[in-house]
Each structure stands twice: as structure tokens, then as C-alpha cells.
């Protein structure tokens, strides 16, 4: 499986960008970013909105491609070999993308066959995978019958069904309540103890940023602000700093600042969805 | 694992893979849909008082103009694959709004991150509109038989009819696909589809011949697919009713602009989420 890897180091990153650019017409959305995620990191991407991160993830995730710079997914070019990255990646959407017209079972069922798993190994991998999210009782239920936790445990399933080597989470805990939000970020540790699997989250929650990541990078106006583990970014400010101060110092704004409408409109239909 | 599978495996053989990998997510995606339409199919039955709408006031009606060439049948019977065909390009042309309904939820999100081959997620849409085309025949042949109209119950003729309207539900739904993937909103979608429809009705054989129809009006007739769906069921869902063309060119007109149309799709669906 190694073979034909893109990547040239003895020990190659799951994710690695050099100079990694995406522009839309004048407006550049990431700007030359150079990150280095290790096998087995859960990493946070913090910014305001419109920082770049949502972009970042759609390059990463073979979305988009690149306007330059390039990007190494478990080894694979994006822009070169996709679909080796796909193969290895698993994606839970801003949204709550699970279908609501089907049942849970059937959710995964789909991706099972979208990943071309073998028959046989459809069934076993699809217990064993809502049995890890709790959710064996609510299996044979119509999704838009769950709790907006339910739904992010679903699609955590479902994205880790295929065992990916690296996860990326688009902001997985935005309008859960504080006990479901815990149960997610709970089974995200889990998977990277099990797993091993690479997580990559983006978040406007600096608590759970602080609990959850191993290592932080703050995204602001495109380009990465700062790098480093929570502890050590809270440390530059001073003892008795806080994140929400670290992101402060380096966005040069207040979290309740930013955002634009189609932003604040999307948060708030999955807010609602959510219930 | 599959990175290495065309070094290991003689060509002839990782093809068969390749086909046997594209079948497997068409019917994975079609099987989904078809679910989700037969656990609420009101939407199949709101979609059936339109074509008895037709049939029974303005077929009935029309019966009564002497002016219209239909042949060796009567203007209902004339109209009836007419009807069919407009109700599969009422349903059909708006199964973007579906699409793009999967996009603000993020579904198409999560489906072009799978390996799933693009071509396939937009085949197995056009699959399930085919089926729900098949349905919508069912419903119109009851209309049919309650009318009196003389049907051809030849079994070979009748899969004739099946297969051609699955193939115009498929090719008008992809065309819809197409536009969803360009429009990228459900207002301006509406707004679209209601343009579309009436013209490409119109501009059509499906209720009068293209013979009765001015010159540059028969040019667009040519150029809609409705045209060539209208045509082939005219020729073998009626009894004594009379095609222009012989089946197998109208089928491979609609072949040859869903393979067109399909192939575009491909390329369009991932600017979904762009």
C-alpha cells in the first residue's frame, strides 16, 4: 500500500501542505499555508469565520482543487491522485449530512458500498461501527427521528466505516448540547487510541479545542497565525492567559466578530436542524 | 489494496473489476433513492392528477376538432403517449431541486469525498428517475384503461414502452442535474423549470403532429429528446398508432444525448460544492 506514495519523506506526515493557495476570482481564501499534521494527532484549525479553514478542509478532502501550492493526504497528492486520497479519508460535513429519509443502518449501508467494501465484510463493519457510537438500539430508525447527537455520532460512524487513516471534522460539535458534545468528542479520542486515525477539526469552541487537540493552528484573513500545542500558545500570553485570548491576540478581532450572512444563515439551519 | 490492483490482475480482468466497481454504486445510489420515493410516494400520486387533467378535460375536448392528422386513431388515443411523455418531463426536469436540497444538507459533500467514480453517483440518480418513470406508466395506463382508449397489450411492445420512458426520465432528469449543478439555488431552480417545461412541451409532437407545426417551430421539435420519446411510444403503446421514425433510432437519439448529457453532469456535479 505504500507504493507509489507522493510523499518523499522516511516518515511522511498524514498531512503536510506546502504553500498550499486557494484563490476565488480577486479574493485569495488561503494564502500559502504550510501545515504538518503527524499519523495519530487529533489537530485543531481555529479563525474567525471566513479565516480560511472550511477551504482548507475542501482542498484537503479532494472538494477543491488547489489554485497552487500542494497538499499530501496520507501520502497522496489531492490534486494528483484523489482518488487514493479519498480512499483513506473520511469527512463529516458542517451539516448534518445523514440522509434523514433512511434509517441508520441504511446510511451506512451506502457508504459501506460506496467504498466498495466486500459483502461479507459490509454487515460486520456496520454493527461493529454503530456499536462504537451507541447507537445498535436506533439503528433500524428513520434519521430525522434522532437527537442532533445521534446524528453526529451517525456520521461519525459512518465516516470512519471504511477506517480511515485521517478524519477531518468540520465544526462536529456546533448546536449539541454540552452532554452530546462531550459523547462525540469522547468517541473521537477513542477512535484515535483503537485507530490510530489522524483527526483534523475545526472549531470556534476554544474550550473544546483546548480539551480535545493535541496541536492548534489559528487561521486568520487565509493565512495560519500560529502553530503550537494549547499549553504552549496560552503560555506566550502569560499565566493566567486562555485561548480565547490567544485567538484574540492573533485574529486582531473578538470571537463575536465576523462571520458574514451566508455563514451565520448556515450555522443556523444546522443549529435548527438540530433542534 | 486497489492502488495495486491493474498491475496484479491482466487487463481484461481489472476492466471487469472497474465495470463490476461502477455497477455496484449505481445500484448502491438508485436502491437509495427508490427506498426513500416508496416510503413517501405522495409525491408519485400528486404527479398523477396532472395527466388526468389532460386526458379527461382537454383530450376530451379536442377529440371534438376534426383539423388535427392522427392517423388511423382517434385524438385521445393520439394524445395518451403524448400525456406519458409530458409526465415524465414534469417529474423529471425537477429532480435537480433534489440535488440541490443533498447539497445544503451536505450529502453531495459526503458523497464526492467517497471513491465512488463521479459518472456513477450521477448514473444512479438517472437510474432512480427511470424507475419513478416506470411508475408514472403504470399510472397513466390506468388512466387509459378507464378512458377505453385501445392499448397495446403486446408484452414485447409494453417493455418497448417501459424502456423508452425509463431512458427519457433518465435523459431528462440528467439535463435537470446539469442545470442544478449551474443555478446552485432552489429559487432560481424553480424559475428555470417553470421556463423549461411549457416550451419543451410545446415544442414537441405530444399533443399535435410535427407536420401541423410552422417550419422553424419543427426545427426545435427535432432538436427536443421529447420529441423522440413521444415518437417511439406513438408507435407501440397504442393500438394502430403510427411512429414517424423506427423505434431503434428514437431510442438511440435518447441514448446518445443522455450519454452527452451524462458525461457533462459528471464534470458539473463536484462545482456542487465549490
Known amino acids: ?275 | 489494496m486497489t492502488s495495486a490492483r491493474p498491475a496484479e490482475l491482466p487487463a481484461a480482468l481489472a476492466d471487469a473489476s472497474h465495470f463490476l466497481d461502477f455497477f455496484r454504486e449505481i445500484t448502491a445510489i438508485a436502491q437509495v433513492e427508490l427506498k426513500k420515493l416508496f416510503r413517501d410516494p405522495t409525491e408519485l400520486f400528486s404527479r398523477a392528477v396532472q395527466p388526468v387533467l389532460w386526458l379527461v378535460i382537454f383530450g376530451k375536448v379536442f377529440s371534438k376538432v376534426r383539423g388535427i392528422p392522427t392517423g388511423n386513431v382517434s385524438y385521445l388515443a393520439f394524445m395518451t403517449p403524448g400525456i406519458l411523455a409530458q409526465s415524465v418531463l414534469f417529474t423529471a426536469i425537477f429532480y435537480g431541486i433534489a440535488v440541490i436540497w443533498e447539497r445544503d444538507l451536505g450529502i453531495v459533500h459526503k458523497l464526492l469525498v467517497s471513491p465512488a467514480h463521479r459518472t456513477s453517483l450521477v448514473i444512479g440518480k438517472a437510474v432512480s428517475a427511470g424507475f419513478r418513470g416506470l411508475v408514472q406508466t403504470f399510472i397513466i395506463y390506468l388512466i387509459a384503461l378507464a378512458l377505453r382508449i385501445q392499448i397495446n397489450w403486446n408484452p414485447l411492445d409494453i417493455l418497448g414502452v417501459l424502456f423508452a420512458v425509463a431512458l427519457g426520465a433518465a435523459t431528462f432528469s440528467t439535463f435537470s442535474l446539469i442545470i442544478a449543478c449551474i443555478v446552485k439555488s432552489r429559487e432560481r431552480f424553480m424559475g428555470i423549470g417553470q421556463v423549461l417545461t411549457m416550451p419543451l412541451f410545446f415544442a414537441s409532437n405530444a399533443i399535435y403532429p410535427l407536420a401541423m407545426m410552422p417550419n422553424w417551430l419543427q426545427v426545435v421539435a427535432v432538436l427536443n429528446p421529447l420529441t423522440y420519446l413521444v415518437d417511439a411510444l406513438r408507435g407501440i403503446m397504442i393500438r394502430g398508432g403510427q411512429s414517424v421514425h423506427p423505434l431503434p433510432l428514437d431510442l438511440a437519439v435518447m441514448a446518445l444525448i443522455l450519454l452527452l448529457l451524462a458525461s457533462i453532469a459528471a464534470k458539473l456535479y463536484p462545482t456542487l460544492v465549490q
Not at chain 1, 446524528?151 to 460539535?173: C, G, K, S, W, Y
Open chain 1, 1 to 275: 500500500m505504500d507504493s507509489g506514495r507522493d510523499s518523499q519523506t522516511a516518515e511522511p506526515n498524514a498531512i503536510e501542505t506546502i504553500a498550499l493557495t486557494r484563490c476565488f476570482g480577486d479574493m485569495t481564501a488561503v494564502d500559502h499555508i504550510d501545515l504538518r499534521v503527524p499519523y495519530g494527532q487529533i489537530f485543531g484549525l481555529l479563525g474567525p469565520n471566513g479565516a480560511g479553514k472550511s477551504t482548507t478542509i475542501k482542498m484537503l478532502t479532494t472538494l477543491l482543487v488547489p489554485t497552487s501550492g500542494t497538499a499530501l493526504v496520507a501520502g497522496f497528492d489531492v490534486a494528483k491522485r484523489p482518488a487514493e486520497v479519498r480512499r483513506r479519508i473520511g469527512y463529516v460535513p458542517q451539516m448534518l449530512s445523514a440522509d434523514g429519509a433512511l434509517t441508520g443502518q441504511e446510511n451506512l449501508m451506502l457508504s459501506a458500498k460506496l467504498y466498495g467494501m466486500a459483502r461479507a465484510d459490509r454487515n460486520s463493519r456496520v454493527s461493529e461501527a454503530l456499536q462504537f457510537m451507541g447507537l445498535s438500539e436506533a439503528a433500524g430508525k428513520l434519521v430525522k427521528t434522532y437527537s442532533g447527537g445521534m446524528i453526529r455520532r451517525l456520521e461519525v460512524a459512518q465516516a470512519m466505516l471504511h477506517r480511515p487513516t485521517v478524519l477531518f471534522l468540520d465544526e462536529p460539535t456546533i448546536g449539541l448540547d454540552p452532554v452530546a458534545r462531550h459523547t462525540v468528542l469522547d468517541r473521537l479520542r477513542d477512535l484515535r487510541r483503537d485507530f490510530n486515525t489522524t483527526i483534523l477539526i475545526t472549531t470556534h469552541d476554544m474550550d473544546e479545542a483546548d480539551a480535545l487537540c493535541d496541536v492548534l493552528a489559528l487561521m486568520h484573513l487565509g493565512k495560519v497565525a500560529v502553530t503550537g500545542k494549547p499549553a504552549d500558545l496560552k503560555a506566550t500570553l502569560g499565566p493566567d492567559a486562555t485561548l480565547d485570548d490567544v485567538f484574540v491576540h492573533y485574529s486582531g478581532a473578538s470571537i463575536e466578530e465576523g462571520g458574514n450572512f451566508h455563514d451565520i444563515r448556515q450555522t443556523r439551519r444546522t443549529a435548527s436542524r438540530l433542534g
